[in-house]
T-cell receptor, first 115, second 113 residues
């Protein structure tokens, strides 16, 4: 079974430029998450989708960040304009949405460097 | 104050040593306690989890939860170089699907051959 796929794996941009990250979750997983992981820190949730609906976006900086999950499968996370402090790893995860442990499966992440 | 505190290390041990990793937390609503392992340049992967207080063993790994002290531990016996990774504790506040995971900052472990 294929895991969570993310692209690109690495991205280097100059500040004030836009950037987009793409995620393809595990087939059949209705719940999709975007996390931000700063160096030496644990992941922090940015947004959670149940199918097409964003059900938890309270941690998403909406002035510059946006996300979408069309058709309830793939998702895109965008930053416009990027700032130096946005340099981090952006992780996508998915889960089947069942009760109980609801294990989240993570992709390898996109490492963003803003110069 | 962070909801979950974890000693970031780094921790370096010889092969075969017993490793103890720990987290403390402040939110009494946490019910599921997990340990994720993250290799360099990879995403976290679930290692094991415990519901409420108690112990759980899986091979060389043992997870312990003490809700009265708000303290969780992961023990690794007979540590191997392949165990070298960052270990993240994580917690969920409720049982229903889609709960937000709250992570510790991770402990970087190196097991030297």
């Amino acid at each position: 079974e294929a895991g969570v796929v993310q692209s690109p794996r690495y991205k280097i941009i100059e500040k004030k430029q836009p950037v987009a990250f793409w995620c393809n979750p595990i087939s059949g997983h209705n719940t999709l998450y975007w996390y931000l992981q700063n160096l030496g820190q644990g992941p922090e949730l940015l947004i959670r989708y149940e199918n097409e609906e964003a059900v938890d976006d309270s941690q998403l900086p909406k002035d510059r960040f946006s996300a979408e999950r069309l058709k309830g499968v793939d998702s895109t996370l965008k930053i416009q304009p990027a700032e130096l402090g946005d340099s981090a790893v952006y992780l996508c995860a998915s889960s089947s949405g069942l009760r109980g442990i609801n294990e989240q499966f993570f992709g390898p992440g996109t490492r963003l460097t803003v110069l | 104050q962070k909801e979950v505190e974890q000693d970031p290390g780094p921790l370096s041990v010889p092969e075969g040593a017993i490793v103890s990793l720990n987290c403390t937390y402040s939110n009494s609503a946490f019910q599921y306690f997990m340990w994720y392992r993250q290799y360099s340049r990879k995403g976290p992967e679930l290692l094991m989890y415990t519901y409420s207080s108690g112990n759980k063993e899986d091979g060389r790994f043992t997870a312990q939860v003490d809700k009265s002290s708000k303290y969780i531990s992961l023990f690794i016996r007979d540590s191997q170089p392949s165990d070298s990774a960052t270990y993240l504790c994580a917690m969920i506040g409720r049982e229903t699907s889609g709960s937000r995971l709250t992570f510790g900052e991770g402990t970087q472990l190196t097991v030297n051959p």
